[in-house]
């Protein structure tokens, strides 16, 4: 059930000077896509939908789709900050529909919110945080991003070698006008590289915020005269930009990684031994693979309740474990999609009574030949990450198998050009 009502959003229209409505959704790599309308067209958005042209939009394309309608969210309705205050612009996060208002089947969000539902009927929901890093470049002559960082800065430096500090604290205040928290920003190692942490919320929302957390780096970032980039290897031999998503599970207000030591392993257990299989939905891009294994990028599926460039860190305070951080997945996801296959591996996992393997609490810098020849390795390319998912029995035998497939096909396609 919303909180708001549709006569609650008109009113908010009417009374906040609301002159555009972004109807907002993502194509299949989580690029944010859009359509405006008026104020007056407000209503027939909620009741029957707003066309568009799915054929056009990557991942929509199905011969069975036939029309295809936007239908807005009207818990996601935030006002962008940055656009006029007089004749304001609002957004909205939308669900996609069939004509007769059914769900369209390769819909992610929806996707997500119905594993949501599978967690709520096993008594449990999900939490997730996340922390993003990107890079700022400078603009060429025609507002490109001219490949020079913006800063020569390195981990924690502060200005005036951290010359992002300022768009920075833009981005901070500017999420937090729109309702998203953020934790902490700061230079990472890569020249021009920042970093930006925003708090845990249930899983739905932490997708939606990622998607607005992207937009308004991008958009901040243009005011200021740079390019944001969020590419996972956007200069080589330099640091990649990383996606942590961390994460806990909650019975009630009970923390059941804190609380359940047999449930929250099964759950992990599950993610881990399937990281192979859903590798190619959480690094979907060739240049996603050159990023692991430098510059503590996880390259091998361990765990370790230490900070050691494992795979999954597992953290542990007074002999306390609170979360856990997946830590090998790129900002260039799907977060409806990604986040939903990792329920569904963690959920696997736990109707199996799966085991976490033994930790490897040892730094990567001193992991030898000898030691490491014994590891399992992600996928090291997107061709293998592909051929895993093909191959993959949880894939390929679970009851959302098609829009797996999908997702795949269209992957090989976009190599295949």
Known sequence: ???????????????????????????????QKNISIMPEELKHAFEEGVN?????????????????????????????????QAGRVIRFYCNIVMADGTPFIYDYRHFLQE???ECNELGFSTRMGLKSEFYLFKEDENGNSSGEPFDNGTYLDVAPADKGENIRREICLTLEEMGI?????????GPGQNEIDFTSADVLTTADNFVTYKNVVENIASRNGVVACFDPM????????????????????VNLQ???????????AGILGRMRDITLFLNCREDSYDRFGVSEAPKYITWSSQNLSRLFRVPEINGRRDHFILRSPDSCINP???????????????????????????????????????????????????????????????????????YIDIIKESQEV
């Open 1 to 31: 059930m919303s909180q708001y009502s549709i006569d609650d959003i008109v009113e908010f229209v009417v009374e906040n000077d609301v002159k555009f409505i972004r109807l907002a959704f993502c194509d299949l790599y989580g690029t």
């Open 52 to 84: 568009f042209d799915s054929f056009l939009i990557l991942g929509f394309d199905d011969s069975r789709s036939q029309d295809l309608f936007l239908k807005p969210d009207p818990d996601t309705l935030r006002v962008l900050p940055w656009r006029p």
């Open 115 to 117: 594993t949501i539902k």
């Open 181 to 189: 928290m953020p934790q902490s920003s700061h230079h990472e190692r």
């Open 234 to 253: 956007p200069i080589e031999d330099a640091p990649g930009n990383g996606l942590h998503i961390k994460m806990a599970n909650y019975k009630g207000d």
């Open 258 to 268: 804190r609380e359940d030591k047999d449930f929250s392993e099964g759950f992990m």
């Open 336 to 406: 409806y999609l990604a986040s939903a296959i990792i329920i569904q591996a963690g959920l696997e996992g736990i109707r199996k009574g799966e085991k976490l393997p033994p930790s490897l609490e040892i730094n990567s810098r001193d992991l030898t030949e000898e030691n490491a020849a014994v590891l399992e390795m992600l996928p090291l390319s997107l061709s293998e990450a592909i051929d895993c998912a093909e191959n993959s029995d949880f894939l390929m035998k679970s009851s959302f198998a098609d829009l797996a497939k999908r």
